[in-house]
T-cell receptor, first 117, second 110 residues
Framework: GAVVSQHPSRVICKSGTSVKIECRSL??????MFWYRQFPKQSLMLMAT?????????EQGVEKDKFLINHASLTLSTLTVTSAHPEDSSFYIC?????????????FGPGTRLTVL | QKEVEQNSGPLSVPEGAIASLNCTYS??????FFWYRQYSGKSPELIMS????GDKEDGRFTAQLNKASQYVSLLIRDSQPSDSATYLC??????????FGPGTRLSVLP
């Protein structure tokens, strides 16, 4: 149980394009999902908290107009990197927190490696 | 500012030895404590959770919690080369304010 998927697992795009990453909780509902970014040999950095049916909460220094988050259902959150640039190349990981208080831990997706040329 | 601190490592131990990973946290109201393992290029996976003072054992892993000292540790017995990874400590208050430490890189030498 508690499986989270991400799609795509890897994406290469040209500078200036937008990239959408999907995060799905496969066997549970998640009112709250989290988006992290991790640069090589660095720790996880929380970018934003995604709440179903409401606006995402962004961490300080994360541009909400550049990293668009939509959490339209209890099993799906999307992160869109708009007008991507090479410095946005990173490993993007989502996690989902099961709804209903049954769990107080997050379950991570497998991550999406973004390379912007 | 809630903080979780870990030695970055690398911590090197010989195969078969006990690896000891430590974590301290600043928020005294924290109630939930987690250890995640992250292999290079992969996302973190949960390996242990602990909520009460004392020890919790699961196979070769033992988590230890001391809330008075604001300290949580993970012991890995009979370390294997496949245990080589980065271990992330995470702390929360019943699922709120989830904070990760920077991680400790463990290298188990064959």
């Amino acid at each position: 149980g508690a499986v989270v998927s991400q799609h795509p697992s890897r994406v290469i795009c040209k500078s200036g394009t937008s990239v959408k990453i999907e995060c799905r909780s496969l066997d549970f509902q998640a009112t709250t999902m989290f988006w992290y970014r991790q640069f090589p040999k660095q720790s996880l950095m929380l970018m934003a908290t995604s709440n179903e049916g409401s606006k995402a909460t962004y961490e300080q220094g994360v541009e909400k107009d550049k990293f668009l988050i939509n959490h339209a259902s209890l099993t799906l959150s999307t992160l869109t990197v708009t007008s991507a640039h090479p410095e946005d190349s990173s490993f993007y990981i989502c996690s989902a927190w099961p709804s209903g208080g049954a769990s107080d831990t997050q379950y991570f997706g497998p991550g999406t490696r973004l390379t912007v040329l | 500012q809630k903080e979780v601190e870990q030695n970055s490592g690398p911590l090197s131990v010989p195969e078969g030895a006990i690896a000891s990973l430590n974590c301290t946290y600043s928020d005294r109201v924290s109630q939930s404590f987690f250890w995640y393992r992250q292999y290079s290029g992969k996302s973190p996976e949960l390996i242990m959770s602990i909520y009460s003072n004392g020890d919790k054992e699961d196979g070769r892993f033992t988590a230890q919690l001391n809330k008075a000292s604001q300290y949580v540790s993970l012991l890995i017995r009979d370390s294997q080369p496949s245990d080589s990874a980065t271990y992330l400590c995470a702390v929360s208050n019943y699922g709120q304010n989830f904070v990760f430490g920077p991680g400790t890189r463990l290298s188990v030498l064959p």
